[in-house]
């Protein structure tokens, strides 16, 4: 079974801290994500990453970064945390198979105060 | 762009059926999957169409048709366990890597 680790399942951060969510990813998945989930917004691409060292903007990526420098790895960057920034986040991986589904973690509920 | 659209909520009765309809607008299509999602848990994958008709696994079962931009998940024999979200995502191929566009799901509850 696929298993992905996020280090935090709860987080309490204070406005314009710098906050790192880690993700790891046990089947050697060449393609890694980052979501957030809001109440009626659904979940919303931040940022992904289909190789190492490579990144790409998904659909809300104003105020994070991301770093994979290794393949099982994938770091969510809240560079200063805003409190429009609390939600859930997840991680997620798959294979670059079109037909690969999403293998999510059991998310990070981070709260900015 | 990618729109997508589902109902918010639905509610069925224990051991009936449920169709939770899909609709989508994307460009680039390449594949449609469903995710069940417990409250406070992970999204897990359910199904994944990319070619119209019917896909059955068990209980589950989920139709696509392109042409439509027109997705359901239909679940038979409803247990109290199947009360949970339901999403619908859509993968683009037009982005560059493989990722899922998510609908804003369908909570299903299931009452006696």
């Known amino acids: 079974d696929v298993k992905v680790t996020q280090s935090s399942r709860y987080l309490v951060k204070r406005t314009g801290e710098k906050v790192f969510l880690e993700c790891v990813q046990d089947m050697d998945h060449e393609n890694m994500f980052w979501y957030r989930q809001d109440p009626g917004l659904g979940l919303r691409l931040i940022y992904f990453s289909y190789d190492v060292k490579m990144k790409e903007k998904g659909d809300i990526p104003e105020g994070y970064s991301v770093s994979r420098e290794k393949k099982e790895r994938f770091s969510l960057i809240l560079e200063s945390a805003s409190t429009n920034q609390t939600s859930m986040y997840l991680c997620a991986s798959s294979l670059s198979n079109y037909n690969s589904p999403l293998h999510f973690g059991n998310g990070t509920r981070l709260t900015v105060t | 762009g990618q729109n997508i659209d589902q109902p918010t909520e639905m509610t069925a009765t224990e051991g009936a059926i449920v169709q939770i309809n899909c609709t989508y607008q994307?460009?680039?299509?390449?594949?449609l999957f469903w995710y069940q999602q417990h409250a406070g848990e992970a999204p897990t994958f359910l199904s994944y169409?990319?070619?119209?008709g019917l896909e059955e696994k068990g209980r589950f079962s989920s139709f696509l048709s392109r042409s439509k931009g027109y997705s359901y998940l239909l679940l038979k024999e409803l247990q109290m366990k199947d009360s949970a979200s339901y999403l619908c995502a859509v993968r683009s191929g037009s982005t560059g890597a493989n990722n899922l566009f998510f609908g804003t799901g369908t909570r299903l509850t299931v009452i006696p």
């Open positions: 994307t460009s680039g299509f390449n594949g």
């Open positions: 169409n990319v070619l119209d």
